[in-house]
Nanobody
Framework: QVQLVESGGGLVQAGGSLRLSCAAS????????MGWYRQAPGNQRELVAM???????NYADSVKGRFTISRDNAKNTVYLQMNSLKPEDTAVYYC??????????WGQGTQVTVSS
């Protein structure tokens, strides 16, 4: 059974920084992709940043140059460092993992609120 546990959200002023963490347990060696999505009220869930199994990263245009995704394989943990935060980054952030059979797993979500 795969579990994804997120932490690190909170309230920050515009221009500030936060780091999100996602710890994976279970059959994480079967993941093809792992990363972060976000969903703001009234909006669809959107990709923020992700890793492929081979280490290739992909970022949404809106966060390029401000957010950095990284991972610690020994801890089965993925991080999202968010700098120069903007009010439009306010959303619930979800950790995602997709295994080799294209099954998606989701964390419980962590709220990020950026005040202007």
């Amino acid at each position: 059974q795969v579990q994804l546990v997120e932490s690190g959200g909170g309230l920050v002023q515009a221009g500030g920084s936060l780091r999100l963490s996602c710890a994976a347990s279970g059959n994480s060696f079967n993941f093809n992709y792992m990363g972060w999505y976000r969903q703001a009220p009234g909006n669809q869930r959107e990709l923020v940043a992700m890793f492929t199994r081979s280490g290739i990263t992909n970022y949404a245009d809106s966060v390029k140059g401000r957010f950095t995704i990284s991972r610690d394989n020994a801890k089965n943990t993925v991080y999202l460092q968010m700098n120069s935060l903007k009010p439009e980054d306010t959303a619930v952030y979800y950790c995602n993992a997709r295994n080799v059979w294209n099954t998606d797993y989701w964390g419980q979500g962590t709220q990020v609120t950026v005040s202007s």
